[in-house]
């Protein structure tokens, strides 16, 4: 078994000549946009500009000293090594990068960054980049349950800007929210454009709420769309899809399979998991259930309950909730109990995946560790 990077090690050889474009190729391209191309690749402003990948590794880590790196603790922090696997490898050494953008604008709630990337196929690959796993960054996957996010808008006019004069085949993806957005880009830009795109590929993002599907804009992508999820999805099963995933096996537990560098790869495949775990199913079931049983306004009150409870832990990244075991719970447990019942069932859900790494550790049952009713369906796969 092995990564993304050992695909690199492998395959990175090879170029798109010799070895056709393939959904390994699609992660990595996805996986890439995490990484700061602040001042180092051009953007919308200056489209005849561009650099290559090898120069801008070359840049960043002038930039970005490796003490500096090690320090980060994020969710991301995997993007550096995933740039300079790419930087060091035939197949993407050469690829171009351009229309690099990244906006953070708190007082509209927006989070966006997005960048083109031309390998040496000649295709364009748009990679929108999802969120970090912040509170407040995972808190806008939620609220696609009841609203418009700022970044899809932005997605779509990005990438109506980017590709309006352009007349190849494209392709499009993101990894986390960014899935979300690449498909959602897809479905609502201009007609000319989307009769140009290739494949578009959502690597473990949240699916649409129904009035979105209704609209069927969909409809018109659906075909098209590459899904992936590894085998505990939390986020990649949120709200609905159009399209079945290919679940894959990861290394990690619970959570933190999110972090595509678990993605269990061999040659130049993921690995197939035979189905899902059935801690996802639950959560899926009973996240989407509850959903669909309350109008937007209630919908909103909910999602702010779900998060008021993971604030109250004091950490404001969702992987240093579950590092900190029963510590994090304890200081949620207040916030959690003034909560409804059914309310409080489906957060007990979420919980269970923030834990599961931890309580398996300590090999004790989750709905002891937890000391609250967690229903009959979960009881059910406990036993």
């Keep these: 078994m092995g990564n993304i990077i050992d695909y690199l090690n492998w395959r990175g050889d090879l170029t798109f000549s010799q070895a056709p474009f393939n959904q390994i190729d699609a992660l990595l391209l996805s996986s890439l946009s995490y990484a700061d191309f602040g001042g180092i690749v051009p953007g919308p402003d200056d489209p005849d500009d561009e650099i290559t990948l090898a120069a801008a590794s070359d840049l960043f880590f002038e930039m970005h000293s490796q003490e500096e790196l090690d320090a980060d603790k994020s969710f991301i922090n995997w993007a550096p090594t995933i740039l300079r696997g790419m930087a060091g490898s035939a197949r993407f050494k ?33 990679s929108y980049r999802g969120t970090d796993d912040t509170v407040v960054g995972w808190k806008e ?3 696609l349950s009841f609203e418009t996010v700022p970044a899809e808008a932005v997605s779509v006019t990005y990438l109506n800007r980017v590709q309006k004069s352009t007349g190849t085949p494209v392709r499009i993806g993101g990894h986390s929210k960014g ?16 009769d140009r795109i290739e494949s578009i590929y959502n690597f473990d993002g949240p699916g649409f709420n129904k009035m979105f599907i209704q609209n069927g804009a969909l409809d018109k992508i659906t075909s098209r769309v590459r899904r992936v999820i590894p085998v505990s999805s939390f986020i990649g099963v949120l709200l609905v899809h159009k399209v079945d995933p290919r679940v894959v096996k990861s290394t990690a537990m619970g959570l933190n399979q999110h972090n595509p560098m678990t993605w269990d790869v061999i040659g130049a495949d993921f690995t197939e998991a ?7 199913i ?62 409080r069932d489906a957060v007990i859900s979420l919980l269970k995946l923030l834990f599961s ?27």
């Design 274 to 280: 035979p189905e899902r775990g059935k801690t996802s």
């Design 141 to 143: 996957d939620f609220n």
């Design 357 to 383: 790494q931890w309580v398996e550790k300590q090999g004790y049952s989750i709905r002891k560790t937890l000391h609250l009713p967690i229903g009959e369906a979960a009881a059910e796969e406990e036993a």
């Design 282 to 343: 639950l959560f899926e079931s009973t996240f989407n259930d509850w959903i669909d049983s309350i109008d937007l306004r209630d919908r909103e009150s909910f999602v702010n309950d779900l998060f008021s409870v993971l604030e109250a832990s004091g950490e404001q990244h969702l992987s240093h909730i579950g590092e900190r075991g029963m510590k994090a719970y304890t200081s949620m447990l207040g916030k959690l109990n003034t909560l409804t019942p059914k309310t």
């Design 94 to 126: 050469n690829a171009v990068l351009k229309n690099y953008i990244d906006i953070v604008d708190t007082m509209s709630s927006l989070q966006f960054s997005a960048i083109e990337i031309i390998t040496d196929d000649g295709v364009p690959f748009i």
């Design 179 to 194: 899935g979300h957005l690449a498909v959602c880009a897809a479905a609502l830009c201009t007609r000319t454009i989307r």
